[in-house]
């Protein structure tokens, strides 16, 4: 898609002004724009292609663990919103109302759905009878409207792209396997196809969503030391299907409330693939999310059989499934190309002239660590298919190294303070549990307790903030 | 999904009524069902999946043609509305307004998109500057909103799911050859897909849609005699590019206006599906776009090696590519499942039992025609995807045959009212090209012009309608 400003053009450095790399490289790269409604963007096709792979990796998933697709309607009735409490405090003052159909109001106002919740369980009200009906496995691929008052393209906007999966199940302990089953998809998803590592882990009781029993998250550490929420999986208990009088007849005949999960994740991620592994060249994308995997540009063109052979590689690759773009743009060198791919983070630029095919090589540098190197031309699409697996794993290695070496375990309060202000970053420690201490710490730093991890570490038994009794190990940080 | 209402019961005949038997149909079978906002539907999984299987024909179709897909804000300025005249006038009394973010009154209201040619102007206006850009070959999934006041599920609902295709071009002959060229991919994928022939060809000016040059449609006929319009490609030249002061530097390297097309199809194909094929059974659905291409039912499941036999050619047809269900629930008879299968159309059923499998055999019976005939198990793959085809062909053949008994030609007025009362369908004649006689027919009659058909026949001098001096012949219908 074409724009107004040359294309290679020099992106802010990271290290000076985080938020304006992050604003130089979405833009510059051609991944999005902002539209004429405040706070809603345009996903150009260079972005939208890398939510088109999370999709087929996630839908395929859910299909593999017996979720089906379904639509539900855009608009939701007020008295619908307001049937679940905590939930329609949470939402209420962030959606968007529809009071007028053509010329005529409305009796009742509509929202556009915040999140699908409260007409999902109307439905299901209606619907279930017998517990031999359940589980319900149900998942829906839409835009969700949340009005913001500060937005930033991917990471948090009034409209965005997702998933939400809605199931209903006969036990407690089904709800919770289901929960935990569809944040271990994310954390798969995020770590083999966008190399991102995650902590997973469930959120404070004032930090999950509204309405839920428990949210569970994954949580991803971004080159400025700030955390992103990646993916949230929520057990509703029976909060939803006891307000919407959702029952079906039990084993034992008597009537029963079902329960319940959701979980969603969404266009957010792109934003976390830019700001875990980009540079200040512009986007590194991961191979296995990446729009085009391997670039391949012609030296000296015009030379008898060098386009005819870029074709017959492009066409080789192809063949193994591998995404390829070969650009024979003659209005541009290829010194311009080289620059233009890496900006756009292509994880393999493959050069083809004369001279390599003379020797029956190509040279192939990777857009992770700048490596160049010559590949024979024998069996390439082999030893190209196993180089991106290569860069795959190489990219989610240092993601983890990164990361680790941002993290650190802090003692008291004090301490805390001081290293989130030097070097800021996943903060370990001991915490009481307690909503006024966590609400104190975020009053004063700006900084959430982000998950109680999976992974429990015994770092002290006082709380490292207030030293009262501790009761779980946490994961603290600023965040998007 | 569940129902409250028991699975198997009557449906009504379709020559006793034919709203109630379709509503019947999506109903019985669970592909849709009506939600608390009046018009506007849920799609349950079983609806779902042949729409993600049309979209993904279409979505490979698109890209092979050099589409990409994005995606713009579901909100649009009402003063973005406005900017082409004819386009307001069409949409306006039918959109949703929303007027509050939160608890804040909006400064402007937004309406949420009845379609998107506004919105994606005003960022192509922002995008473009020069012809070697061009041309713009982009794609939306997504739903639209339009306040519809009276509904049926997938024929006319109030919010649907549908593609919407963009497009910008140097030239009118190329924006012309995108219309054709995208019109000619629906016609392919309504044949090839969903098995249902289409009439093609260009709308009356009255018929074409607001803010267009020119509109092409493809046309289907109903069981009922009616007509569906089942996909619109418009050549919109440059009236929104104008309107939108879209510009690029063309070769001479004066400024001009792009050319520029849209076209759509949406959910209402699924309405299609039903209405060409079923019967008073319920669903009859193509192979190719079928949830479920094959059910298998095991006969005395029980019986040692039944249900191990089964589960072997469940797998081979599998590892074919053949989509299949494997139904060896216990609380049923094979006669009910016979019962539920054939009622929700599903294209063939495998029956095996002991008998058939010392015969090394296994009974297929064919939903299209009710036919009923043994195969060898070996090769079994082989026989099931030719004998798939086999089903398409004779669908679409069937479908066509029935199509052109329906279809009559008809001398004068007087001659197409009489058989459009008796016996409607496509009425095929020659007509004037005049916007007061077209109007007249459709208040006396109901009935409208459906197309001016690219299979231009010549049937006379004089307007059948009113004779005065002939133009075209049209192809008209009462329609959905």
Known sequence: MAKKQEFVKEITKMEDDFPQWYTDVIMKTDMVDYSPVKGFMVIKPYGYAIWENIQSFLDRRFK?????????????????????KE??????????WVTHGGSEKLAERLCVRPTSETIICSMYSKWLTSY?????????WCSVVRWEKSTRPFLRTSEFLWQEGH??????????????????IYKEMAEDLLAIP???GRKSDRERFAGAESTYTIEALMHDGKALQSGTSHNLAQHFTKAFDITFQGRSGELEYPHHTSWGVSTRLIGGIIMVHGDNRGLVLPPRVAPIQVVIIPIAQNKEGVLDKAYEIKKEL???????????DTNYSPGWKFNQYEMKGVPLRLEIGPRDIEQNIAMIARRDDLSKESYSLDNLGESISALLDTVHNDMLRRATEYRDEKTFTFKDYEEFKVKMKESPGFAKGMWCGEEECEAKVKDETGVTI??????QENLGDTCHFCQKPAKHMIYAAKAY
Not at 87 to 96: K, L, M, Q, S, Y
Not at 175 to 182: C, D, G, H
Not at 450 to 455: K, M, Q
């Open 64 to 84: 593999e663990t017996g979720h089906q697709n379904c639509y539900f309607p855009l608009l939701i009735p007020e008295s619908l919103l307001n049937k679940e």
């Open 87 to 96: 939930h329609v405090e949470g939402f209420a003052p962030e959606v968007a």
């Open 132 to 140: 031999r009906e359940l589980p319900y496995l149900y998942n829906q």
């Open 167 to 184: 199931t209903l199940h006969e036990t407690a302990e089904e709800a919770q396997a289901e929960t935990l089953q569809m944040l271990s």
């Open 198 to 200: 995650m902590v997973d």
């Open 318 to 328: 192809e063949a193994k499934g591998i995404r390829v773009k070969l650009d024979d």
């Open 450 to 455: 982000r998950c109680i991890p999976f992974n």
